[in-house]
């Protein structure tokens, strides 16, 4: 699976838009982009996942480029309880290997 | 409707003992992975179980060996512990290996 680069941390303000990045430039066609997220002492929660088109459901929308080489999640309006770590994971098989992802902080 | 279930929550043993977690995956799910997480780290695929074969494993010694049951529950089995093998242990579950996982709260485990 392809190596992900995402950025060690990140702020946010309270009901304005986070948009996370993620660089995959190796990514192969086969590949698709995961996102999940950690809320402190609890278990990883999915968010959302795409291959080439954007994609959008209740919790986020996914932004892939047309190279595929990197993404964007974007939370359209932040609240606090969206502090958490966010990871990218470019998968084709079934071992969700999770890197050091990026901690987003929402501040009031 | 349950989700993913783990037990126990906590569990202290010492070095060379020999350790067994349990998950019971969310209803409706017959897939169940197992992660470690060390601290401060993502989680770790350790390996996935399907119609109760391990159909993939990451990059864990034979140490670490799992079981899943007719009812799609699933145990992980720890031998010989070491110090590094302190960590939190998540368990998914999904449908037909399918990559949208649904995580317990995880078993946090002090080797000591």
């Known amino acids: 699976d392809a190596k992900t680069t995402q950025p060690p941390s990140m702020d946010c303000a309270e009901g304005r838009a986070a948009n996370l990045p993620c660089n995959h430039s190796?990514?192969?066609?086969?590949?698709?982009v995961y996102w999940y997220r950690q809320i402190h002492s609890q278990g990883p929660q999915y968010i959302i996942h795409g291959l080439k088109n954007n994609e959008t459901n209740e919790m986020a929308s996914l932004i892939i480029t047309e190279d595929r080489k990197s993404s964007t999640l974007i939370l359209p309006h932040a609240t606090l309880r969206d502090t958490a770590v966010y990871y990218c994971i470019a998968l084709s098989g079934y071992a969700l290997n999770f890197g050091k992802g990026t901690s987003l902080l929402v501040t009031p | 409707d349950a989700g993913v279930t783990q037990s126990p929550t906590h569990l202290i043993k010492t070095r060379g003992q020999q350790v067994t977690l349990r998950c019971s995956p969310k209803?409706?799910?017959?897939?169940v992975s197992w992660y470690q997480q060390a601290l401060g780290q993502g989680p770790q695929f350790i390996f996935q179980y399907y119609e109760e074969e391990e159909r993939q494993r990451g990059n864990f010694p034979d140490r670490f060996s799992g079981h899943q049951f007719p009812n799609y529950s699933s145990e992980l089995n720890v031998n010989a512990l070491l110090l590094g093998d302190s960590a939190l242990y998540l368990c998914?579950?999904?449908?037909?290996?399918?990559?949208?996982?649904?995580f317990g709260p995880g078993t946090r485990l002090t080797v000591l």
């Open positions: 209803s409706g799910h017959d897939t």
């Open positions: 190796t990514i192969s066609g086969n590949e698709y």
């Open positions: 998914a579950s999904t449908i037909r290996l399918a990559n949208e996982q649904f």
